[in-house]
C-alpha cells in the first residue's frame, strides 16, 4: 500500500521549510534527532531523509557546510580589517577568523542537510523506498518501523 504524498510544491517551498529544518516536502516538523544527527523517516510524511544512497547521498551537503562556513569565516573578518583600515585590531580579526572557521561548520550542519535534501527532492522526485509503503524489496532505504 503506496503513502499518500502531500501535494506538490515549489522549489522555493522546499528551500523555506528546509531554512527552519522542516522536512522539505511536507514541512513536518521532528526530522532532527539531534544537531548532528536526523531521524531516519519524516515523523509526519515517512520520507526516508536519506533518500537511498547512505554512502555518499550527504557529500553535497557536506561540501555546501564547509564552503559556506569557510567563505563567512575569512569573509566577515576581510569585511571588518577593510572597514578598520588603516588600523586594524590584527589579534582580534585573526581569533575571530578561527573561531568563525571551526564554529560555523557545526552551526550550519543541520541547515546543510536540511537544504540538501530540499535541493534533491526539487531534481530528483520521489522514488520507490522514498516514503512509507515505498516498494517493497527497496534494499535502499532504510526501513520504515510501521511497515
Known amino acids: 500500500m503506496a503513502a499518500t504524498l502531500p501535494?506538490?510544491?515549489?522549489?522555493?517551498?522546499?528551500?523555506?521549510?528546509?531554512?527552519?529544518?522542516?522536512c522539505p516536502r511536507c514541512?513536518?516538523?521532528?526530522?532532527?534527532?539531534g544537531w548532528l544527527h536526523l531521524q531516519e523517516r519524516c515523523p509526519r510524511c515517512g520520507l526516508a531523509l536519506e533518500r537511498?544512497?547512505?554512502?555518499?547521498?550527504w557529500i553535497g551537503a557536506y561540501v555546501f557546510n564547509l564552503v559556506a562556513g569557510e567563505v563567512l569565516g575569512?569573509?566577515?573578518?576581510?569585511?571588518?580589517?577593510?572597514?578598520s583600515s588603516p588600523n586594524q585590531p590584527w589579534t582580534a580579526i585573526e581569533i575571530l577568523?578561527?573561531?568563525?572557521?571551526?564554529?560555523?561548520p557545526f552551526i550550519f550542519f543541520p541547515f546543510s542537510r536540511t537544504l540538501w535534501l530540499a535541493w534533491d527532492l526539487s531534481?530528483?522526485?520521489?522514488e520507490p523506498g522514498d516514503a512509507k509503503?515505498?516498494?517493497?524489496?527497496?534494499?535502499?532505504?532504510?526501513?520504515?518501523?510501521?511497515?
Open 123 to 126: 531534481f530528483r522526485p520521489i
Open 7 to 22: 501535494p506538490a510544491s515549489s522549489v522555493a517551498t522546499k528551500f523555506g521549510r528546509a531554512i527552519v529544518l522542516r
Open 133 to 147: 509503503g515505498g516498494a517493497a524489496g527497496d534494499v535502499n532505504a532504510p526501513p520504515h518501523p510501521n511497515d
Open 52 to 57: 537511498g544512497e547512505r554512502s555518499d547521498f
Open 27 to 33: 514541512g513536518g516538523s521532528g526530522i532532527l534527532r
Open 74 to 83: 575569512l569573509g566577515i573578518p576581510i569585511v571588518w580589517m577593510i572597514m
Open 97 to 104: 577568523a578561527v573561531v568563525l572557521c571551526v564554529a560555523l
